[in-house]
Structures are given as structure tokens and as C-alpha cells.
């Protein structure tokens, strides 16, 4: 199957520091790739939806200049938390669709916890 | 507006017991997934249903897409405590995107 890897699984960042986050789909080209946040015992909210070699389409509500995103290749997106604050602690996981056939699949990363202190 | 309304949103029973998972839209979806999230994980696919009506058995696991495509049921039979965890369900409309459920949180007593 498909796999997608996201690296740091976790970290520990100051307030006010940066926080950069990478996503890679391994096996397969992505060059769409969506990124979310999930929050104790709740389901993933998007945030974004990472293209390559455009810009990134940002939910509602969620700051594009605090949050962001490169699709540098078609194997690798970056989120870079900028000046975290505590409230951006949380779990942030990536997908990729991958191709099976007429349909996509999502296949999702490990996820990076995400502590600011 | 939650396009996609899965319950129970939580479900706390004991190992052996049966239960049932729905997934509720007024959309049709081209297809629909089902995940299991494991805390701390991301999210893994179980099965994707694509044809109206369609039935899918993943060992004690049995999923149904509703005959329009725009719900689906998740049953385990005889649940067992590895069966906890976050259950996610996902449709598409055709295209990368992909609308997810709220999730439902089961949890399996030994």
C-alpha cells in the first residue's frame, strides 16, 4: 500500500519559535496533499490543501501566514508553525490521495505532536 | 455544517459484544473509506466502498454502502479489545478531496 511518512513525530518548540513539519508520500507522487490538526479526543479538522507548485487553499479560519505551506516536489510537503504559541500545541497529521483504480484513497502520516511551552 | 454524521459519537462496550457504526449524509459520495485511528497515530484505511450496495468483510469487520452512496455501516462482530480506537469515515465526490465524519470513539472492555 501507500505509504507517508512525517517527520518529527514530535517536538518540543519555545514560544515565539518556528516549527517546521515534513510530510512525504514514499512510494508514490502526491501533488495534492492536506494537512490537519486534531485535538484531544476529536476528529481531524483540515487546515489546508498543499499543491504543488501553487499556492496553498487554506480552510476558513485557519491563518495562512501562521501556518505555512511548500509543496516543494511531488513527494514532500512542509507546515511551518511560525511564531507558536501554546495554543498551536496539538497533533498535526498529513495526507496523501493515492490512486486505486476511479478512486482516491487518503493515506494519512504517523502525525507530529506538536508541544509549545 | 457537518456533511458527513457519524454515530454514536462514542461507544463503550464489553469484549464479544456486536455493534454498529453509521455514517450519514444527504450527499451522494462516488466513495466512501473507513479509517481507524489509534491515539497517538494517524489515521489507517480499512476499506473503500465505491458501488451502491456494495458489502465488504475485513475479518469480524462488515461495511455497507447505502444503495444511493450517501451512507454507510460499519459492523463488528464479536469485538475484541484491539478493536479500540477512533473510527473515521470518509466520502469523496470525485477529486482529491475527501469530507471526513466526526469520528466514533470506541471503546472495547476486556
Known amino acids: 500500500g501507500a505509504v507517508v511518512s512525517q517527520h518529527p513525530s514530535w517536538v518540543i518548540c519555545k514560544s515565539g519559535t518556528s516549527v517546521k513539519i515534513e510530510c512525504r508520500s514514499l512510494?508514490?507522487?502526491?501533488?495534492?496533499m492536506f494537512w490537519y490538526r486534531q485535538f484531544p479526543k476529536q476528529s481531524l479538522m483540515l487546515m489546508a490543501t498543499?499543491?504543488?507548485?501553487?499556492?496553498?487553499?487554506?480552510e476558513q479560519g485557519v491563518e495562512k501566514d501562521k501556518f505555512l505551506i511548500n509543496h516543494a516536489s511531488l513527494t514532500l510537503s512542509t507546515l511551518t508553525v511560525t511564531s507558536a504559541h501554546p495554543e498551536d500545541s496539538s497533533f498535526y497529521i498529513c495526507?496523501?490521495?493515492?490512486?486505486?483504480?476511479?478512486?482516491?484513497?487518503?493515506?494519512f502520516g504517523p502525525g507530529t505532536r506538536l508541544t509549545v511551552t | 455544517t457537518q456533511l458527513l454524521e457519524q454515530s454514536p459519537q462514542f461507544l463503550s462496550i464489553q469484549e464479544g459484544e456486536n455493534l454498529t457504526v453509521y455514517c450519514n449524509s444527504s450527499s451522494v459520495f462516488s466513495s466512501l473509506q473507513w479509517y481507524r485511528q489509534e491515539p497517538g497515530e494517524g489515521p489507517v484505511l480499512l476499506v473503500t466502498?465505491?458501488?451502491?450496495?456494495e458489502v465488504k468483510k475485513l475479518k469480524r469487520l462488515t461495511f455497507q454502502f447505502g444503495d444511493a452512496r450517501k451512507d454507510s455501516s460499519l459492523h463488528i462482530t464479536a469485538a475484541q479489545p484491539g478493536d479500540t480506537g477512533l473510527y473515521l469515515c470518509a466520502g469523496a465526490r470525485g477529486g482529491f478531496k475527501t469530507i471526513f465524519g466526526a469520528g466514533t470513539r470506541l471503546f472495547v472492555k476486556a
Open positions: 498543499s499543491n504543488e507548485g501553487s499556492k496553498a487553499t487554506y
Open positions: 466502498v465505491v458501488t451502491g450496495g
Open positions: 495526507s496523501a490521495p493515492h490512486s486505486k483504480g476511479t478512486v482516491y484513497e487518503q493515506y
Open positions: 512510494d508514490f507522487q502526491a501533488t495534492t
